[in-house]
């Protein structure tokens, strides 16, 4: 019986490649960096498996390349960079990493938070620089957290592990999700419904956690910036087109609000002109995930989706179902 064939998009965790290629004819793209689109077309041609990124743009027309494509694997829990409604007219059963990274990026939140506040990076800097010279009651005089009101907008499984851990500050928690939490839920995480506008007036420190869709793409723009404190701080893990990010350098370097902790941005990898140089917001490259557990657990989680595909057996993360049909 002839192997599988399966390409890899971006160099994996060892253990995930491993599972492949007990079972498949594997190719993983040679280079340190995304495919273009031309490589990935060529990729493409004739696969029956794809593991893909985020970076990855899969739609109709690469589709049409390989007919015999059978499945998409999604190194990510999201999947806007496939068309999801392409592959299930072509039959090709689609899926993610969800569950797997909620703990990690929570934890980055946090860090995005308390070094934004904290002022950490630019201590980071000042002291490399070698400007500490004496210890003064003036400098570098950041925010306090303990105490604050934090307001988390998207209250899914990321949002619920940032409010957990907020109690270990005694903070008071706000959240704004299109579906209000029973009343069980909110007593046992300690937080309070608002209507979004009242969220982003009441709250010091505002932290977004929704998917990108119609709905939230530029999220947070001009109105949105008005209505929060000129003290408060936002943070972004989620995706970087949920904020405008022209309005958020105006804003930031105005000081409209204190500061930004940003780990996505709307044309990544690109910063929008001028956010690189501002001392009020700390900015990382989608790290959300990057621990060395979560990287390898979405790899092997992903490779498990493919592998399930291809035997034709149930995919544990399937995204559409209705292609089974």
Not at 95 to 107: H, I, K, Q, R, Y
Not at 160 to 186: I, N, Q
Not at 286 to 302: E, L, N, P, Q, Y
Request: charge should be negative.
């Amino acid at each position: 019986m002839t192997c599988p064939k399966v390409y890899v998009t971006r160099e994996l965790p060892q253990k995930a490649l491993s599972m492949l290629k007990e079972e498949c004819e594997v190719e993983v793209n040679p280079h340190d960096r995304p495919l273009t689109r031309l490589e990935l077309k060529k990729a493409i041609e004739d696969v029956d498996g794809l593991l893909c990124l985020l970076t990855d743009q899969i739609d109709a027309e690469l589709l049409d390349l390989n007919p015999k494509l059978k499945v998409i694997a999604n190194y990510a829990v999201g999947y806007d960079n496939i068309e999801l409604k392409a592959c299930t007219e072509r039959g090709i059963a689609v899926s993610n990493t969800p569950g797997v990274l909620t703990e990690t990026t929570a934890d980055l939140t946090w860090a995005l938070l308390m070094s934004v506040a904290r002022r950490i990076v630019e201590g980071d800097k000042f002291t490399r620089a070698g400007n500490y010279e004496n210890w003064g009651p003036m400098m570098l005089l950041g925010k306090d957290i303990s105490g604050k009101t934090l307001g988390i907008v998207g209250m899914g499984r990321i949002g619920e592990a940032v409010a957990k851990r907020a109690k270990g500050f005694d903070m008071e928690v706000l959240y704004y999700d299109l579906e209000r939490k029973d009343r069980v839920k909110e007593q046992e995480l300690s937080i309070k419904y608002r209507e979004f506008d009242t969220l982003l007036q009441e709250a010091d420190f505002i932290s977004l956690h929704v998917p990108l869709n119609s709905a939230t793409e530029n999220l947070i723009s001009e109105r949105e910036l008005e209505l929060m404190k000129e003290s408060a701080y936002l943070i972004n893990t989620s995706r970087g087109a949920v904020i405008d990010e022209q309005v958020l350098v105006y804003a930031l370097r105005n000081g409209e609000i204190a500061g930004a902790g940003l780990d996505v941005y709307e044309d990544e990898p690109k910063l929008t002109p001028g956010l690189a140089k501002l001392n009020n917001v700390v900015v990382t490259p989608h790290i959300g995930s990057a621990s060395i557990d979560t990287r390898t657990k979405m790899a092997t989680m992903a490779a498990e989706n493919l592998l399930a595909g291809l035997q034709d057996e149930e995919m544990p993360n399937l995204l559409n179902p209705e292609v089974l049909d």
